[in-house]
């Protein structure tokens, strides 16, 4: 089941912050954030495993509420190159495949 | 960049006839994956392998088969094509076990289009 990512596309201005939210109806062991431009294959940006262990990208953090399988991606200072969709997936315990949410389209105008 | 490759790249083919896209990888990654994307719904799994001849199925595999007899290549095949297939198509490899390995690689893509 896809988790669910909100809000669908955002459109801010460079500098501009943003909060992209994904929330699951299953109990999650881990989510990832990955990041594609028009055109391209999506990239890794971030995991989110259970017990609090983070690993990802520099400018970009995340958060991860276990008990609400609910994670949320914050963009600050947004720059011109944070434009894409952004997906998040999840993956629940024992298991060895993640499930991706629809997408959010960020669009940063300068 | 992972080693990740994907053939054909584009494809137009006709409602009834089978299609086989490749992946192969450089990486000596165990897991490997096929995804496609459709506006609206983002990326959906369709199947996956964790090894040599070891598949599993993935959210959407109906009319899809998969099969593995090396490390290095995933082959995705649509037995009869059909227009609702029509789609890009990704393929990813990941070293172990996806919340262990921190992250997959993603493939170019692959344009197919069903007539």
């Known amino acids: 089941q896809q988790p669910v990512q909100s809000p669908q596309a955002v459109i801010l201005r460079e500098g501009e912050d943003a909060v992209i939210n994904c929330s699951s109806s299953?109990?999650?062991?881990?989510v990832h954030w990955y990041r594609q431009k028009h055109g391209e294959a999506p990239v890794f940006l971030m995991i989110l495993l259970k017990g609090g262990e983070q690993k990802g990208h520099e400018k970009i953090s995340a958060s991860f509420n276990e008990k609400k399988q609910q994670s949320s991606l914050y963009l600050t200072a947004s720059q011109l190159s944070y434009s894409g969709t952004y997906f998040c997936g999840t993956a629940q315990p024992r298991d060895d495949k993640i499930i991706f949410g629809k997408g959010t389209r960020l669009h940063i105008l300068p | 960049d992972a080693g990740i490759t994907q053939s054909p790249r584009h494809k137009v083919t006709e409602t009834g006839t089978p299609v086989t896209l490749r992946c192969h990888q450089t990486?000596?990654?165990?897991?490997m994956y096929w995804y496609r994307q459709d506006p609206g719904h983002g990326l959906r799994l369709i199947h996956y392998s964790y090894g040599v001849k070891d598949t599993d199925k993935g959210e959407v595999s109906d009319g899809y088969s998969v099969s593995r007899s090396k490390t290095e290549d995933f082959l995705l095949t649509l037995e009869s094509a059909t227009s609702s297939q029509t789609s890009v198509y990704f393929c990813?490899?990941?070293?172990?076990?996806?919340?262990?390995?921190?992250?997959?690689?993603f493939g170019p893509g692959t344009r197919l289009t069903v007539t």
């Open positions: 990486e000596n990654h165990r897991y």
């Open positions: 299953k109990a999650l062991y881990s």
């Open positions: 990813a490899i990941s070293e172990s076990i996806i919340h262990r390995s921190y992250e997959q690689y």
